[in-house]
Every structure is written in C-alpha cells, then in structure tokens.
C-alpha cells in the first residue's frame, strides 16, 4: 500500500493561454503511468493566472502555493498572453513564474534538443529538422546579467542617458550548474561542452576555471571542451550532432537555446525542467514546463500540439520518478505517433489530416 508520505508529490498547473489544453494531456499520461505502470506519485491540480487572480485577488492562491510548495515536482503550462493585461502588474509580479524560479532556486535548466526522424523530409515547417540531433543546452537560470547588481538607466551629466547592466558569477554557481552537466553526461554520451566568451569577458575567464577545476577534481572521466560563445552559435547551425551536453551561462543559454530548438522543427514540441539544488538524497525540486509560452493566437481552439508538455512528463520520469525505461516507452510512443502520420496544425503539410490537441 502506498501512503501519501512514501508517494513523489507532483502539482499540475495548467496556467494561462494553451498551458491547461496541453497540460491536460500530459496530467492524463502522467496518471495513466500512475495507475498502469505502479508509480507512487500523488497528482494535485491547481489553478494559476486570471482566473483564480478574478476569484480571489491572486494570480497564485493560496492552495495553489501550497501545492507548490509541497511538490517534489510541478508540471507547468503556460502564464501570460492577453492575461496579462487584465491583472495590475504588482498583482502578477507575487507569484510570478520569475520569482517562482528564484524561491525554489531553480538554477539548471534543461532543454534538450532532439530532432525527430519522422518530421526529418518535412517539407512545410519552417524550421529545418536535422538528423541524429539529440544535446541537451543546461542554461543557468537564477545569476548572471538577469539578476546582477547594479543596473539601471542613469542622466549622465552631459544629458545623455546610460543604461548599465552587471554580468556576475559566483564560483559556488559556476560550479553547481556545472556539476548538474557533468553528472548528466554520465548518463549520456559522456560529453560535457562548456560555452563562455573568455576572451572578452572576467565572469567567463572565471566561468572556464571553475569549469575546468571541477572537471578535473571529479569528472575526469568526461570529455570537456570549451567554445566561445560566437562559435558554438555558429557550430549549433552548422553541424549540431557534434553535441551532447552543453552548459552555459543564463544570457547565452537564453540565446543558444531558441537558436537550437529550431533544429527540431516546431517549439510546441520541446519539453524542459528546471531544477533546484540537491537535499541530503540527492532530491532535486523540479519544474517541468513546455518550451512554448501562452500561444494566445491558437489558445482555446484545441489544436495545440501537446508533444512539449508530454515529453516533460517523460523527462519527469526520468529525472524525478526515477523510471528511465518508462521515460523511454513514453519518448517511444511519440515517436511511433509521429511515424505514423499524428500530426496536430503546426507540423502537419499542407492538406493533411491535422489531429486536435487531445486527439
Ligand atoms: P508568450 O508571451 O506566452 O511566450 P507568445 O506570443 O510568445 O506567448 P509562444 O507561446 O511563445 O507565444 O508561441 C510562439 C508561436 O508558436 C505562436 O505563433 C504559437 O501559436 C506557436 N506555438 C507555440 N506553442 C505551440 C504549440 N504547443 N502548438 C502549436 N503552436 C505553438
Ligand atoms: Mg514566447
């Protein structure tokens, strides 16, 4: 028998725009694992965004925060679009996925990069889908530029106005996204690329030390190189199966990783977690999103693609339920859906069938 305690907690959070149509699918695979597969998880589902923010002032309520709280993972939609618009902005700012990823110190966040087979001689997507593409871009997500002290737009005294950002890096952060990398290559190619611009900048000379130092102090094993930042852009495009685990500051992961999803042919089929620092097990808090936002110009029709939340449950599985093989039959089935011809709006060809988002 299993007891709430011994069961993994996972709140599901639908959110805004498309986020509760896919979720919705992913939440049904995810008890479908539950119940047929054995896996002691406990799904709690909750509210976030307008619709909770019109019943009771909160865009995150109470329970919903809670729910959160309580989680060993979350799965997450999507928050903003139009939305936004109708919740004052210091109502959206309590709660908000930004400081969500700040208070559980959500510091690596994957995405990896997979280009499916079957979508490979697509002829109508826009994006070019490469074969053997399969990296995973770890972007470190709570320091860097987005978060450094000081900034601001300031008068200088001539009249002119200048705006200034700080770039900073800790070693203790270099070295725990960095470790997450390493750790990940283990269980993969065994090949850790690391992405800097250490012939411009002091936080990326530190950035390839502390790199390099952990690298030799417990991960001999892997294979470490390092790429400016201009190159790996370039070698991304040019020839991305070189790749399998590639860590980066939270700017250029920012960048690197939209530049890479378009080697996979449609953003509503890329899954992503982002995950906080080990407890005393080796636990890491997680949060398991699509790499799509709201996609208010498609929300509330059906016709979604749900393939980037349902393969966050497989990463799920992989990561915090501990299930690799069931990871593996979910990233199987979709594979063979899409082999088959399942095609929702966004990857079908031009007079094909196109499925809905639940079908
Ligand atoms: P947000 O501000 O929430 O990120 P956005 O306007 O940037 O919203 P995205 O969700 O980032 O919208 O989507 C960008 C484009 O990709 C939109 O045209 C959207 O319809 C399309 N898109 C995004 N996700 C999906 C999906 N799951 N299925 C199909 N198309 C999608
Ligand atoms: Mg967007």
């Not at 498309?18 to 909750?46: M, N, Y």
């Not at 139009?82 to 995405?111: C, F, H, I, M, Q």
């Not at 200034?164 to 993969?188: D, G, K, M, W």
């Not at 990561?319 to 079908?348: H, S, Y």
Request: net charge neutral.
């Amino acid at each position: 028998m299993n007891t709430l305690s011994n069961m993994i907690k996972v709140a599901v959070v639908g959110g805004e725009g498309i986020g509760p149509e896919v979720t919705d699918q992913s939440h049904r695979i995810l008890k479908w694992f539950s119940a047929r597969r054995g896996i002691p998880v406990a799904l709690r589902e909750a509210q976030y965004g307008l619709i909770p923010y019109l019943a009771t002032g909160k865009v995150l309520p109470d329970d919903t925060a809670e729910a959160m709280e309580e989680a060993d993972a979350i799965l997450w939609g999507a928050t903003g679009g139009p939305e936004t618009k109708e919740v004052p902005p210091a109502a959206r700012k309590v709660g908000s996925l930004l400081s969500l990823r700040s208070k559980y110190d959500l510091y690596a966040n994957l995405r990896p990069i997979v280009a499916n087979p079957a979508l490979a001689d697509s002829a109508s997507l826009k994006a070019s889908v490469l074969k053997d593409v399969d990296f995973i871009i770890i972007r470190e997500l709570t320091s860097g530029i987005y978060f450094g002290e000081p900034r601001g737009i300031e008068t200088l005294p001539d009249g002119q106005r200048r705006g200034f950002n700080t770039q900073q890096y800790t070693t203790s952060q270099i070295r725990r996204v960095a470790r997450t990398a390493f750790e990940l290559a283990r269980t993969r190619k065994g090949r850790v690329c690391s992405v800097d611009k250490a012939n411009v900048l002091e936080t990326s000379v530190l950035w390839r030390e502390e790199v390099t130092a952990l690298h030799q102090a417990e991960f001999s094993d892997i294979e470490l190189t390092h790429l400016y930042v201009d190159n790996a852009a370039m070698q991304i495009v040019r020839a991305p199966s070189q790749f399998d685990v590639m860590v980066t500051c939270n700017i250029f992961g920012d960048i690197l990783s939209d530049c890479a999803a378009m080697a996979s042919g449609s953003l509503g089929m890329l899954p992503s977690v982002s995950l906080g620092p080990p407890d005393r097990l080796g636990r890491r808090k997680a949060l398991y999103e699509p790499v799509h936002g709201s996609a208010p110009d498609i929300a509330g029709k059906g016709i979604a693609n749900p393939l980037g939340s349902i393969l966050s449950v497989a990463m799920m599985l992989r990561l915090t339920l501990n299930r690799p093989d069931d990871a593996t039959l979910l990233e199987k089935a979709v594979d063979t859906a899409l082999a088959g011809g399942a095609r929702t709006a966004d990857i079908a060809e031009p007079g094909a069938k196109r499925l809905s988002t639940q079908e």
